[in-house]
């Protein structure tokens, strides 16, 4: 049956294509402390955190720009992924729409948002780890939100085409003339000297298509791994990635540290250090 369906592709989160009555982001909290400050952080983190982009998209021809956001219910108990935009025609924004109950509260799976040349609004929502799926939705028709559907993207894995069904930490950029370039995050559990843990390895991927995705290019893996930041501009895109280290009395989220870089002037090929070296 098509709920049989859907269930084995979403898990427990589903599309809903339906309309909110207004905005509510979600409230989110991390690693509750023992002492006045109470958590590591909290807050109204709808558009948390950092390494997700972009919130928002500025698009000419109709003078809109379309944004998404973590939403939630009344009782904080759900994420749901919601799109809206600004006419500045008009100068208003229009009410809201819930595409995707991610079914968790955790803000980190917050989705990103593109436009690509023919008005079709991209909204891609990643995972916190590998426990979820991860999804990407386009909007039936060119620069409406009304309603979205689920693209069934793949990714090549070892010569074979395999269903893109989690990402973490995702930046998407879009251009034009290439298509898509995707900055993000994998989980691999790994045998590091001091125990098993699970690495976060920072990598690329390309789609020309918008849904068929290259092969993942892995770009750094140390210690236990790297979140990293990107930008793109001129043809130019760009990382800055730091590191967890694997060490007895430095280990983990808590301890991470150092800031590296990397560039790339042909959409993920080949990347190169700030200096113009090419790097394996």
Known sequence: ???????????????????????R????????????????YSGGLGTYPANLYPFSVYVPEVRRTYFCYGGTDEKN???????????????????????????????HDNPVIQVDKDGYIWLFSPSHGTSRPSFIHRSRRPFEINEFDRIAATKMKEGMEIPLDNFSYLQVYYDRNRGFLG????????????????????????SDDRVHWSEWKDLAIIDQGSYQSGGYAGGRAGTAFNYHPHRKDRAGLNYRTNLYCLLTDDFGKTWKTADGRQVN
Do not use: C
Request: negative net charge; aromatic residues 12%.
């Open 77 to 107: 108990s759900t994420l749901y992924h919601e799109v809206s935009y600004f006419d500045h025609r008009k100068g208003e924004v229009v009410r809201p729409v819930i595409v995707l109950d991610k079914a968790t509260d955790d803000a």
């Open 1 to 23: 049956s098509l709920a049989q369906q859907d269930e084995a592709i979403y898990g427990k989160a589903r599309l809903l294509n339906k309309p909110d009555d207004g905005f």
């Open 183 to 206: 900055l993000f995050t994998h989980y691999e559990s790994l045998q590091l000297p001091l125990a098993r843990v699970s690495v976060r390895v920072a990598s690329s991927m390309t």
């Open 25 to 40: 982001g979600i409230w989110y909290m991390n690693e509750p402390l023992d002492y006045e400050y109470k958590f590591k």
